[in-house]
């Protein structure tokens, strides 16, 4: 590993390869990847029924345009006009590259990319390759990195992003076996490590990811909309969404209680229109406060199953009550959607293998048989819609920082399905330009301390699976006020006494240390976040506060801002009204290609 670098990339997702592969595309090819594990990460190894990715329409008659698909990412609440603007301009370039490198997205014989409709989505700009669209996209951009050469250092957690007056100057990492403590030198991070993963117990993202928020609050940066999450129903044995076909084929949910008694709550509860609440989750699979009389009924019915102690399943072998005579009790959305996709027969797992056999494929590939087993559930946290702060160009406000994916913060409230893949790219693109547009600048030599390690019985699972735990109770889609306050007056003196207070036994777990220390850090962000918004806002998008109704009831025009665990308002930017005339900006072009030819 040499010590001294143009720019570090850490993570080895989308994002990551893509910041890779486009720096070395734009000349600057003294770079290097960082990850605690290649293989590790949410890009590889998650997604859903099909896993989408949201883009501008590329088929069909139905009209589409950069500029709607930039209002419906704005419209969502709490958006930035310009990066609305870019994740819609820059989604068909992006998109294209992906085919380009093998990613198969499906096309007619003429070349047209079939589009679908996802949730939060008034056309059809979804596309899938089907369960693992992240995980061929992160294959073919390895593909890629890999054949220019790029450097990828494997087995490093990078413990510190090291900045003097505000400007990067390198980053600390720790090897994930030794312990070793490594300092580099470097212009420019990019920080593509995903969302915050390891703040809730109750959790989609995949066990090998973890984030690493934290890196980015050391540093000075500042958050945004942090305070907004994404949340469904997924299994918890093995963690994936159950949305789409896996809610349309109708399974059974059941609740088990501590003497072994069953019940089928929701048809209790709802009786025959639990039926089409089932099959709605298939589209309308994030819980929303909006629809908590709707689809979301059965979000908050299977958690108040899981508070009373019970445990609950969704099981395939079987119909639920309601269909005993028949599908003509369904509403006609959902009759008509399971006529045309020929499954108005048998039993649930009949009617998915008939129409997505794949999603049997899945689980079986993970030792969970559908045809045999039910899959626990419960309501978890699948995605941060805030992260840090951005810019423009995806550089945050400590020059040299950018982020870019899930840990940059560029949504807001609401988003379509799928457009965090799109962000991925567009993010990652937008940063690469940045920085090779930059002029060259002189390394500066960081120095790091490393903190004073307590060494003991091991205490870092005790106080990770504690935090976990009451995260997931307090301040996940159904938050508790005075709760969340108790819990950020722990972490804030945790954050303050930290390396006096965790144990580990020896300095094979020092990565372990920093990533529990990444996730108090972050859990501090968004609690503060949680609690401005809760006391500022109160309910809405996908989290009820203290069961109160909305009271904003309009679009939000703002966005919540955490320096540290002090958060605070401001109006998001409204859409950028730029130059459109083609002979000034061809005249702009040129300009530009006689500057990097001198």
């Known amino acids: 590993m040499r010590k001294s670098y143009h720019t570090i990339i850490i993570g080895t997702g989308c994002a990551g390869y893509n910041a890779a592969d486009r720096l070395y595309d734009f000349g600057i090819k003294d770079i290097a990847m960082i990850t605690e594990g290649r293989l590790m990460g949410t890009s590889r190894n998650t997604g859903s029924d099909k ?89 073919a951009l390895e593909r890629s990195v890999i054949s220019k050469g790029i450097e990828i250092i494997d087995c490093q957690r990078v413990v510190k992003i090291i900045t003097e007056d505000h400007t990067v100057t390198g980053v600390a990492c720790v090897n994930t076996v030794t312990g070793d403590i490594t300092v580099i030198a470097c212009q420019n991070v990019i920080l593509c490590t995903g969302g915050p993963a390891g703040i809730y117990k109750n959790t989609v993202y995949p066990e090998s990811q973890h984030g690493a928020t934290g890196l980015a609050i050391e540093a000075g940066a500042t958050l945004s909309n942090m305070e907004e999450w994404q949340y469904g129903i997924a299994s918890t044995k093995f963690r994936w969404n159950l949305s789409g076909t896996y809610q ?14 069953e019940s089928e709550f ?23 406060t909006r629809k908590a009389e709707g689809s979301s009924r059965v979000d908050l019915l299977v958690a108040e199953q899981i508070k009373r102690g019970n445990t609950v399943y969704l099981d395939f072998t079987k119909n639920p009550k309601g269909l005993e005579n028949g599908f003509d009790m369904l509403p006609k959305e959902a009759y008509t959607y399971l006529k045309n ?18 999603a049997i494929e899945l689980y079986a590939a993970h030792g969970i048989n559908l045809y045999q087993e039910r899959l626990e ?23 040299g920082l950018y982020a870019a994916g899930e840990a940059a913060g560029t949504f807001g409230v609401y988003r379509p399905g799928g457009s965090a893949l799109n962000a991925t790219q567009v993010g990652s693109l937008r940063a690469a330009e940045h920085i090779a547009k930059k002029k060259g600048g002189v390394h500066a030599t960081p120095t790091y301390t490393l903190p004073m390690i307590q060494y003991g019985k091991a205490s870092i699972e005790d106080i990770r699976n504690e935090l976990q735990t009451e995260m997931s109770c307090v301040a996940d889609f159904d938050r508790s006020t005075e709760g969340m306050k108790a819990l950020l007056n722990k972490v804030e003196k945790l954050c303050d006494t930290f390396f006096n207070m965790a144990t ?27 609690l401005f918004s809760a006391e500022t806002i109160g309910t809405h998008g996908s989290a009820f506060v203290d069961r109160k109704p909305d009271r904003c009831g309009e679009k939000r025009k703002t966005r919540t801002l955490t320096r540290g665990a002090i958060s605070y308002m401001e109006g998001v930017s409204e859409m950028p009204e730029p130059e459109l005339w083609f002979e000034t900006l061809l005249a702009q072009k040129k300009q530009e290609m006689n500057y990097e030819k001198k």
């Open 51 to 139: 896993q989408t990715y949201y883009k501008l329409s590329l088929c069909g008659s139905e009209g589409d345009s950069v500029r709607e698909m930039a209002d419906t990412l704005y419209s969502g609440g709490g958006v930035m006009g310009e990066h609305a603007l870019c994740e819609a301009a820059y989604s068909t370039r992006c998109f294209m590259r992906l085919v380009e490198l093998g990613v198969p997205f499906p096309t007619n014989e003429y070349g047209e990319y079939a589009g679908y409709k996802t949730d939060h989505d008034p056309r059809t700009r979804a596309t899938s390759c089907g369960p693992l669209t992240s995980k061929y996209m992160t294959e």
């Open 377 to 399: 559930i419960a309501v978890c946290a699948q995605h941060c819609n805030g992260g840090v702060e951005v810019d423009e160009n995806w550089q945050s406000g400590v020059s």
């Open 266 to 288: 929701l048809y209790d509860t709802l009786g025959a229109a639990s039926l089409g609440l089932i099959f709605l989750k298939g589209y309308q699979w994030p819980f929303d």
């Open 504 to 530: 580990i036994e020896d300095r094979s777990q020092t990565a372990a240390l920093f990533k529990l220390y990444d996730m108090v850090l972050t859990q501090r962000a968004t609690l503060s976040a949680m």
């Open 341 to 358: 996709s020929g499954a108005l027969f048998g039993t649930p797992i009949e009617r998915l293998a008939k129409m997505n056999m794949g």
């Open 248 to 261: 349309q084929v109708l399974p059974r949910y059941i609740a088990i209680d501590k003497n072994g008694g």
